[in-house]
């Protein structure tokens, strides 16, 4: 395995899934508390279209989607506040819509796409230097803004009222929430996938909290278990010749599960403690 | 200066004939304790919000002379229930520290420490809120409004939920800040009890403003009865019986 660590595909993998791991999982804190998965899932779904659209132009697929993924998260936020319809809703439309338009984009393409495979389940031992770059820039830029309002959405989650008495102005930070959520969905689709992506966003953030004792350890957990995820998928995917993408989602479902289980079995035996 | 002069106000939801509440005036000077009655439905939730600036409204609302959001975050507000996941492991601790600044001040922690030390939550800080008792609760909700030393508190039924015991907690606590701090105190309440013995001011609402004063003067059968539209049932409360020795005074059932 040491060896493989100089082949450079094998360093960029490594490099994209620790950096996406690291964003989507400390992001997927604030999916999970603010009960937003189907959005993620929505953008990371309807940013084939992006995709499709680099596909076809020959532009760079991942900064197209990422393009496409951003500007759906803005005009999400618009439509909720201007639609009487619940987000749910709309994102029921958003997800097949741009999803079936990216399809038939790609049908434009002449010949087999070989890629849409790797963009749909992921692919991060194919990751290149140019979309490394993408990664890197999305997560660099989205990272010191979620620290830096940390706080302020934790409150605007929790009480909305009351963040925005203490002058915090709420609607200006949900709309930048969602457009970091769109660029970092974007930015983990060559990991994980568009089909998948929900496992990096979502599972190490609900694992943390079943086992967090506050939301600070909530946020110090998810990133852990977030690039422990990609890294025993990634060695699983590299030892066992297995698709990387689901070997991620896989290692990351059984850590939730393994977690589920003990917790669930510690309260099961206070439980008994406390009848006897 | 007045700490709170409302003047004409009037909120309308969408979709609805009449208004909210209409024509709403009244003053309150500095370090006063002015409590809002009236029955489920008159308005004293959306008097406060529209103060708060959290719905629109037609009118005029001043804070200390200036509009309100320049009074951010020096106006403190406690809402009567919170919809929240009780599942989120958000401690005490971390719910009063949410309005103070990213990096706190050390003034911020002196205010931390004093609030939490004089509302008797210090060993439930790192407990999850979702474990927390109903009185236990409300002194989190009080104890976040006043962290950042809010100059005017708004409390939305700071009583519902609680027991007799946790009531005169934080009734004693508002009367404490408001004679030591000079903090001005505007309260939604049911409590007519407790309106009684705290509130140097009452407000009658039903949509419109019916009255207002000092309690003696405002609280009349005929005017609860107008107010309420019969006189309203009393229960008693033993410990006010306790601790005067006389008849109780009522709260509205």
């Not at chain 1, 600070?216 to 690039?227: D, H, K, T």
């Not at chain 2, 700490?3 to 309308?12: F, P």
């Not at chain 2, 609805?16 to 489920?40: C, D, H, K, Y």
């Not at chain 2, 210090?122 to 104890?143: F, M, N, Y």
Request: net charge neutral.
């Amino acid at each position: 395995m040491s060896a493989a660590l100089d082949l450079p595909f094998l360093q960029r993998a490594l490099a994209a899934g620790i950096l996406v791991g690291l964003a989507t999982s400390f992001l997927g804190v604030f999916v999970v508390i603010r009960r937003s998965a189907f959005f993620g899932d929505a953008v990371a779904h309807a940013s084939l279209a992006g995709v499709a659209l680099g596909v076809v132009t020959g532009l760079p697929p991942l900064p197209v989607a990422a393009g496409v993924g951003v500007g759906i998260g803005l005009a999400l936020n618009r439509f909720e506040r201007r639609s009487r319809l619940p987000i749910d809703t709309i994102l029921g439309f958003v997800l097949p819509f741009f999803m079936g338009a990216g399809i038939l984009i790609l049908s434009l393409a002449p010949g087999y796409q070989p890629e849409l495979l790797s963009y749909l389940f992921g692919s991060i031992l194919a990751v290149g230097p140019e979309s490394l770059a993408a990664i890197a820039a999305i997560v660099l830029v989205a990272a010191p803004l979620l620290l830096r309002y940390r706080g302020a959405l934790v409150f605007a989650t929790f009480d909305p009222d009351g963040a925005r008495v203490s002058g915090i102005r709420v609607d200006r930070l949900l709309v930048l929430y969602q457009v970091l959520l769109a660029a970092v969905v974007v930015a983990s689709i060559k990991v994980v996938g568009i089909v998948l992506v929900n496992a990096l966003l979502v599972i190490p953030a609900a694992t943390a909290k079943m086992v967090a004792r506050s939301v600070r350890q909530m946020f110090l957990l998810a990133p852990i278990l977030g690039v422990g995820c990609v890294l025993a998928g990634l060695a699983a995917s590299y030892g066992l010749d297995l698709p990387s993408g689901p070997s991620i989602a896989v290692t990351a479902g059984l850590l939730f599960l393994a977690v589920w289980a003990y917790v669930s079995g510690r309260r099961a035996s206070a439980l008994k403690g406390a009848r006897t | 200066m007045h700490a709170l002069e409302v003047s004409d106000l009037t909120v309308r939801f969408e979709g609805q004939e009449l208004p909210a509440v209409a024509s709403v005036s009244f003053t309150l000077e500095e370090g006063t304790i002015a409590v809002l009655i009236g029955p489920n439905g008159s308005g004293k939730s959306t008097v406060l919000k529209a103060i708060l600036g959290l719905v629109p409204y037609e009118g005029t609302v001043r804070v200390f002379g200036g509009p309100v959001g320049a009074s951010y975050p020096r106006i403190g507000y406690v809402p009567q229930r919170l919809a929240f996941d009780q599942t989120l492991p958000l401690t005490a601790r971390e719910a009063i520290r949410l309005p103070l600044p990213r990096r706190p001040r050390e003034e911020d922690e002196d205010s931390f420490r004093h609030v939490t030390r004089i509302l008797g939550i210090e060993p439930i800080l790192d407990r999850p809120l979702g474990a927390l008792s109903g009185g236990q609760w409300k002194r989190v909700l009080l104890a976040r409004a006043l962290v950042t030393r809010p100059r005017l508190l708004l409390l939305d039924e700071p009583e519902a939920g609680i027991d007799v015991t946790g009531e005169e907690t934080i009734y004693g606590f508002l009367e404490h800040l408001v004679a030591e701090e000079r903090i001005t105190a505007l309260v939604c309440s049911h409590e007519l009890e407790l309106v009684t013995e705290y509130a140097d001011v009452v407000l009658c609402l039903n949509r419109r403003l019916l009255g207002s004063g000092a309690p003696e003067k405002v609280l009349t059968p005929e005017s609860l009865s107008s107010l309420f539209g019969a006189t309203p049932a009393l229960y008693l409360h033993h410990h006010e019986a306790h601790r005067h020795g006389a008849a109780p005074r009522g709260s509205l059932l």
